[in-house]
């Protein structure tokens, strides 16, 4: 009922930047908390940033300065923008979105595919 679709991702070098962004298409009533979450191989999935429909933000210790994570609801659009990119910061970026759709009306959690970010030199 509901995809997300990621761009942005990327080769970059240590100290460089990236802008993902994850569109939401389908039939949507209301997209509630937006987030991402990035997994590297070998590791567990973690959350990165995540954004309320009032704009609140949660970020994770490691990306708190670096990264910053917006939303525009009239485009079903979520953000992060990633500046002074660490090579630890190289991970698979997944977009997650708290959904209600149309007809039924269900609310549920939708992952987008994901989107490499590699940083190297």
């Known amino acids: 009922q509901v995809q997300l679709v990621e761009s942005g991702g990327g080769l970059v070098q240590p100290g460089g930047s990236l802008r993902l962004s994850c569109a939401a298409s389908g039939r949507i009533r209301t997209i509630y908390t937006m987030g991402w979450y990035r997994q590297a191989p070998g590791k567990q999935r973690e959350l990165v940033a995540a954004?309320?429909?009032?704009?609140?933000?949660n970020y994770a210790d490691s990306v708190q300065g670096r990264f910053t994570i917006s939303r525009d609801n009239a485009k079903n659009t979520v953000y992060l923008q990633m500046n002074s990119l660490k090579l630890e910061d190289t991970a698979v970026y997944y977009c997650?979105?708290?959904?209600?759709?149309?007809?039924?009306?269900?609310?549920?959690?939708?992952w987008g595919q994901g989107t490499q970010v590699t940083v190297s030199s």
């Open positions: 997650n979105a708290d959904v209600r759709t149309v007809m039924p009306g269900a609310r549920a959690d939708y």
């Open positions: 954004i309320s429909t009032s704009g609140g933000t």
